[in-house]
């Protein structure tokens, strides 16, 4: 069944019978204004009927806004026509990014119906935009008058975007070759779908059942509860079962003294979206090739080269460049930590060899040997609301806002909390933030940030708060016990509230440019420099408590925490800057005519021509490398983790010398970062912050690696080219 009609039956079976005369008829929530504080959606109120009428009408009403625009006689200006093309689409910007969201974190069988139909609709008419010849001239004669039109720094760097996005999406392009680009982009969304479709099926579907509670030993007693309530969940009342979600996974790779346990879930995990029928390895092939082509229609080498072109890095070999900087000692680090681990297996009078399954094991028994450091000792003092005060404790003294929970604000899931977010001086709106932590079965894994609404700037002076959410998927409280996160899970509390505070004080005047509309090798700079503040003693003693006997968490055990900090980094930057570089070598590929893309012999070579220790694997194998594959977004671009780290690292130095809440420091990263969106070029402005070019040395001192020499462009990260 075709996905129009299948979404069409879906819409007429979704729809509730009424007998309600026409004037009291429901109203679609998506076609008229909410009437909600703060412009939060209902959605109570929405229903999966609501969605494609919204999006079609919302696809009709930008066509007919962008057709006067280019259609418009008067000479072309900012504001009529950047301006113009910025504030059209105003209905299918309101229901998308609802539709979106709830895609991510509410996955149900309807949703997935629904985005069948949906997206490739959406990408469709964004293609008609983006390759009209007569916006486009507008657009290029603004282009090309840009030096002598007097505008102000952000209006001309929207004017250059605009111009590079449009030659970017073929409007250089012949007719015939437009028209090959939009059937390369239709098979790209819909394989896309076809991927993400197989990884949430898959996940779902692998399950680890352990009926001998011997076998459960080493593990700890909360993760064993949850493992027992998800067995009775699944009527296996009397065993534990363990699922591929990490609060479940990296426990037992962790913890489990069953070895065989380890080996059982490690496999399981490299297996994931790998088997039918939710093999995801047919999808990349085709993904590859579109890929490939699509970079050849537009005049790129390759896909590597089309993706990186309009970020900081400029081309794959600036990123490469960065990347082996820090391989070479990640390598020798994860060498010497395996020889540590051998020895300790050594030392128990085993004689094997450590297996990639027994990486997290060993490790954490070397770390609590090294440090006498106790991981559940530890999450005793971070318990999830606790962590939460913490970043907004972090937030109200660095930046002065101040976080005040609504209970009665709509919510998406009832595991959802939305907070009123505003100046702690003036009692100013700033942003409305809403948190979702726990995993379910129809939301996908990992952690992020995103935005149910953007924040901009008018001329008229009217203005627009955003409404920002944090998604995580971290451990369950259990019956008798809080959600408590382990250290890793604290440092993505952090990591993704500093991507939320990038969203919330925005002050960017242009949709486009606010929040973290910016280059995506920047975008991780604020995310990746607030983990920084999870373990600062100053701010532990406001946030770190013991669920149990409210004691805040002691001098002596931070200083293990501390000094524990590097450990194991030698692992963590090597599977990191692996998949970074196996993603930029799958965007150089370009498969010949009928070659078959061979995904697990593609890794393989990559994993030999790095030399990649044989224990040690990548982040995340292809078939679930949701961030190449699952969309564009990061595609060539995972590299950019390592790239913020960069600025990040070097970024907290200053905040270390000067203070960590000195508030000269704070309020100027807030001004020149936070609010700037991507308002101007992001070197500029982080050397405004810094006062000068960021080094990957900064990184490595982090890390505890020792830098080494090795064929490079240079020390110093630098946008490389430029316009």
């Known amino acids: 069944m075709k996905p129009l009609i299948r979404a069409a039956i879906l819409t007429a079976a979704l729809t509730i019978p009424t007998a309600m005369s026409a004037e009291t008829q429901r109203v679609n929530p998506f076609m008229a204004p909410y009437g909600t504080k703060y412009d939060i959606p209902p959605f109570e109120q929405i229903q999966y009927a609501d969605y494609l009428p919204a999006v079609e009408k919302g696809i009709a009403e930008r066509r007919a806004e962008i057709k006067a625009i280019a259609d418009n006689p008067a000479t072309p200006t900012f504001d009529n026509t950047i301006l113009a093309m910025e504030k059209a689409g105003s209905l299918l910007t309101r229901v998308t990014r609802v539709f979106n969201s709830l895609l991510e974190t509410d996955n149900t069988p309807e949703m997935q119906a629904l985005s069948e139909t949906i997206l490739p609709m959406v990408a469709s008419a964004s293609d008609e935009i983006s390759m009209d010849p007569k916006l486009f001239a507008r657009v290029k004669s603004l282009y090309d008058r840009r030096n002598s039109l007097g505008l102000e720094p952000y209006q001309k760097r929207a004017i250059e975007l605009s111009y590079q996005n449009f030659v970017r999406n073929g409007a250089l392009l012949s007719a015939a070759e437009k028209e090959e680009l939009m059937k390369v982009n239709q098979q790209l969304t819909d394989l896309y779908l076809q991927f993400n479709k197989n990884l949430l099926a898959s996940t779902n579907s692998f399950e680890l059942v352990v009926d001998n509670e011997a076998d459960l030993a080493g593990i700890p007693a909360g993760i064993i509860a949850t493992a027992a309530t998800e067995a009775k969940e699944r009527g296996k009342d009397g065993k534990w079962v363990f699922t591929l979600h990490a609060p479940s996974r990296l426990p037992v790779l962790k913890y489990a003294a069953n070895r065989g346990l380890r080996e059982k879930m490690y496999n399981g995990y490299m297996q994931l979206a790998s088997t039918a029928p939710y093999d995801n390895r047919p999808v990349i092939g085709d993904i590859i090739k579109a890929r490939a082509r699509k970079a050849s229609i537009l005049g790129y080498k390759d896909y590597a080269s089309y993706m990186t072109e309009n970020v900081m890095a400029k081309t794959p070999e600036a990123a490469t460049d960065l990347l082996m900087q820090i391989w070479t000692p990640a390598v020798n680090r994860a ?14 009078g085993y004689d094997f060899a450590i297996a990639p399954w027994d990486y997290y094991y060993y490790s954490e028994k070397v770390r609590a040997r090294k440090f006498n450091l106790d991981e559940n000792e530890v999450s005793a003092y971070f318990a999830l609301d606790n962590v939460r005060k913490g970043i907004f404790t972090l937030a109200e003294r660095l930046y002065g806002i101040k976080f005040t929970e609504m209970p009665d604000a709509p919510k998406y899931h009832p595991e959802v909390t939305v907070y009123d977010v505003t100046d702690a001086g003036t009692g100013e709106h700033i942003a409305v933030f809403m948190t979702d932590y726990f995993p379910r079965s129809t939301k996908r894994q990992g952690a992020w940030m995103d935005e149910m609404k953007g924040s901009f700037v008018d001329p008229d002076g009217t203005v627009g708060r955003p409404i920002i959410f944090n998604v995580g998927n971290f451990t369950r409280p259990t019956a008798d016990t809080p959600a408590l996160l382990t250290v890793d899970e604290v440092e993505t509390m952090f990591h993704e509230f500093g991507h939320g505070l990038h969203g919330m004080l925005s002050r960017a005047k242009l949709r486009s440019q606010s929040g973290t509309n910016t280059d995506r090798d920047f975008v991780e700079l604020p995310s990746q420099i607030t983990e920084h503040w999870a373990l600062e003693p100053e701010l532990l003693k406001d946030y770190a408590f013991h669920y149990k006997t409210g004691e805040v968490i002691p001098t002596e055990l931070v200083n293990k925490l501390q000094a524990a900090s590097t450990h194991n980094m030698g692992f963590r930057t090597t599977e990191l800057a692996g998949a970074s570089l196996l993603d930029l070598a799958w965007g150089a590929y370009n498969p010949a005519d009928g070659e078959t893309v061979d995904v697990d012999a593609f890794e393989r070579q990559m994993a030999e021509r790095l030399g990649m220790p044989e224990q040690i694997t990548y982040r995340y194998r292809s078939p679930y490398f949701k961030h190449v594959f699952g969309d564009d977004h990061y595609a060539s671009g995972y590299y950019t983790y390592l790239w913020a780290e960069v600025l990040d690292t070097d970024g907290f130095e200053l905040f270390s010398e000067k203070g960590i809440f000195d508030p000269a ?59």
């Open 665 to 723: 420091t704070a309020r100027s990263f807030k001004e020149n970062i936070l609010e700037m969106g991507g308002s101007e070029d992001p070197m500029e402005i982080y050397v405004r912050f810094r006062g000068h070019q960021p080094s990957v040395n900064a990184l490595l001192r982090n890390r505890g690696l020792t830098p080494v020499t090795v064929p490079a462009q240079g020390g110093d990260i630098k946008s490389q080219g430029g316009k």
């Open 335 to 348: 060498n010497e930590e395996i020889a540590e681990m051998q020895e300790y297996v050594k030392s128990e």
